[in-house]
């Protein structure tokens, strides 16, 4: 048997802790938004933001964020966002209607599902990464001592 400080030591070291309190603040952050959408729209309803759902999910794939788990940033999500946002502002500006901006974000969704999955999240990542070992960088200037 063993004993309750050798369980949360183990708990611990596997990250659940960690874990536990990134879910925990996560949902705490998801309620304040909503209740403060709320107050300002003046009503709430389960359905209220369902249109936001599709460009919030293209968004985060687009970024980076991959369908098998365990990878992503807030800068490659942030990238996403800005992104679809550029496509949409785009589309909005040569007059598309409405249906079309949707169609528009489906389809890029489908595009990028349909990479991940038939290129693979590995492949993806070596082929970024070659891809960014030959962009120039600049060069930073090391203070003289």
């Known amino acids: 048997m063993t004993e309750m400080g050798d369980l949360s030591m183990t708990l611990n070291d596997m990250g659940f802790v960690q874990l536990v309190l990134a879910f925990a603040l996560s949902g705490s952050f ?4 909503g209740a403060l ?12 933001f369902e249109e936001l759902l599709l460009p919030a999910v293209t968004a985060a794939l687009i970024g980076g964020v991959s369908l098998f ?3 992503g940033s807030v800068i490659g999500i942030a990238i996403g966002a800005l992104t679809l946002r550029f496509l949409i502002s785009g589309l909005s500006l040569e007059g598309a209607p409405f249906y079309v901006l949707t169609l528009a974000t489906g389809a890029v969704l489908i595009v990028v599902v349909v990479l991940e999955l038939v290129i693979g999240p590995h492949e993806l990542r070596a082929r970024w990464r070659r891809w960014r070992s030959r962009v120039p960088r600049p060069r930073r200037s090391r203070p003289a001592a």
């Open 37 to 48: 959408t709320s107050i300002k729209s003046g009503s709430a309803g389960p359905a209220a």
């Open 30 to 33: 998801a309620a304040l938004t």
């Open 69 to 71: 788990g365990g990878k």
